[in-house]
Antibody, heavy 122, light 110 residues
Framework: EVQLLESGGGLAQPGGSLRLSCAAS????????MTWVRQAPGKGLQWVST????????IYADSVEGRFTISRDNSRSTLYLQMNNLRAEDTAIYFC???????????????WGQGALVTVSS | QSVLTQPPSVSAAPGQRVTISCSGS????????VSWYQQFPGTAPKLLIY???ERVSGIPDRFSGSRSGTAATLAITGVQTGDEADYYC???????????FGGGTKLTVL
């Protein structure tokens, strides 16, 4: 059974940084791309970033490009999201999700973690 | 502002059929596959439909998906109170080179 467990959420000040982690189990982690999707309070889903299974291709939403960095440690089956220069509008629940293939171009996300809350406020 | 457009809400009486629309463009739904997700308050989204009409294992056949041109539809027949949730469509956008979602539709079962 696929399991994804996010951690690292919390309160950060505007301009500050946080790093989210997503521990994966139940599948061959390095075979699949992984993604981050966020949901602001009371709002819809917003795709943030996707990283290929090998870790050599990353894509980002325009709203986070240059501020967020997605990475992975395949030896630890863990996905990361380094968030710098945080803004109030980054406040959201951040979900990690498994992609059904190893490349970043994907039409769906079959498995999701429970999410980690990030609050950006002074 | 979401790339894919969904109605904010739909409602139906128990046992009725309800449809949720998802409108896109030639760069997303028009040339790429569509997926549908169900989300209950305080929980993670759950994949229901992928590749336009393929149901995930374990999803009742009351749920079905279709696509025509630049629009997709999720249909739920025999709606139940337990189906009350938010529903999101998703796809890939070739021009944006990004995954995209609709704004979500809240289903109320009256």
């Amino acid at each position: 059974e696929v399991q994804l467990l996010e951690s690292g959420g919390g309160l950060a000040q505007p301009g500050g940084s946080l790093r989210l982690s997503c521990a994966a189990s139940g599948f061959s982690f390095d075979t699949y791309a992984m993604t981050w999707v966020r949901q602001a309070p009371g709002k819809g889903l917003q795709w943030v970033s996707t990283l290929s299974g090998s870790g050599d291709t990353a894509i980002y939403a325009d709203s986070v490009e240059g501020r967020f960095t997605i990475s992975r440690d395949n030896s630890r089956s863990t996905l990361y999201l380094q968030m710098n220069n945080l803004r109030a509008e980054d406040t959201a629940i951040y979900f990690c999700a498994k992609v059904p293939i190893s490349e970043v171009v994907t039409h769906y996300f079959p498995s999701w973690g429970q999410g980690a809350l990030v609050t950006v406020s002074s | 502002q979401s790339v894919l457009t969904q109605p904010p809400s739909v409602s139906a009486a128990p046992g009725q059929r309800v449809t949720i629309s998802c409108s896109g463009s030639s760069s997303n739904i028009g040339k790429n596959l569509v997926s549908w997700y169900q989300q209950f308050p305080g929980t993670a989204p759950k994949l229901l439909i992928y590749d336009n009409r393929e149901r995930v294992s374990g999803i009742p056949d009351r749920f079905s998906g279709s696509r025509s041109g630049t629009a997709a539809t999720l249909a739920i027949t025999g709606v139940q109170t337990g189906d009350e949730a938010d529903y999101y469509c998703g796809s890939w956008d070739t021009n944006l080179y990004a995954s995209v979602f609709g704004g979500g539709t809240k289903l109320t079962v009256l």
